[in-house]
Structures are given as C-alpha cells and as structure tokens.
C-alpha cells in the first residue's frame, strides 16, 4: 500500500483559499506514481465521507463533486510525487477533515468517489472555514 501524507489543512473565512498537499510514498516494485488513481475526500462531523475530486496520475483525466466544481482544482506533481487541492471561493459548508485516497488504475479505468475501492488513505487535514 503505498503511504499517505497531507498537509496544508488550516482555519479561514469565506471566500478564502487554501491549498492542500498530498505526498505519496512507498511504491511496491514495478508500480510507479502514474498507475494510481488519486483523491480527495471529506467528512464533515456527523456526515458521512464524501468525494470532492479524482485524478487520474497517469492520464490527468479528473472528476469533481458538484458541490465544488469551479471552486476547487485537483493537480499533481509528478517530480514530487504530490497531490495537491486548490481550494478557492471557500464556504461554511466546506469545513472538514479532508482526506487523501489511491488505488491503482490505470487509462481503461473509470474515476469514481466509491469509497470501498480506495486502499490507501493519509491521516487527514482539518479545513475550517468562518462565516
């Protein structure tokens, strides 16, 4: 399974941005950062996870929430291994732990926020945003 580390989580008000990292680790033999699919969650309390945006490291192909289509972009950096979240325009409503996912995929595969089928996940960042 490969490892899982995000940063950039933090308190603002609405309208604010923030932009959140993901760095990625511990590939098995033969499996590089390219064969992953890779998202973001969240989880607000009392709720349940839900997906906010997919990449798709091999092809950059992406799929986005509607609730945050316009405001948020998913982005990776293939030197760096890292995943990161632009966050603009943010709302209450976005406030959340936010949690990074993957699992392998690759061009034939089909992005979806099905949560059973991510394999790994980082510990999360907390996104609070003030009204």
């Known amino acids: 399974q490969v490892q899982l580390v995000e940063s950039g989580g933090g308190s603002v008000q609405a309208g604010g941005s923030l932009r959140l990292s993901c760095a990625a680790s511990?590939?098995?033999?033969?499996?590089?950062?390219?064969?992953?699919?890779m998202a973001w969650f969240r989880q607000a309390p009392g709720k349940e996870r839900e997906g906010v945006a997919v990449l798709y490291t091999g092809g950059g192909s992406t799929l986005y929430a509607d609730s945050v289509k316009g405001r948020f972009a998913i982005s990776q950096d293939n030197a760096k291994n890292t995943l990161y979240l632009q966050m603009n325009t943010l709302k209450p409503e976005d406030t959340a732990m936010y949690f990074c996912?993957?699992?392998?995929?690759?061009?034939?595969?089909?992005?979806?926020?099905?949560?059973?089928?991510?394999?790994?996940w980082g510990q999360g960042t907390q996104v609070t945003v003030s009204s």
């Open positions: 511990g590939y098995t033999y033969g499996i590089t950062w390219k064969n992953y699919c």
């Open positions: 996912a993957a699992k392998l995929c690759g061009y034939w595969s089909s992005l979806s926020f099905t949560r059973s089928t991510y394999k790994s």
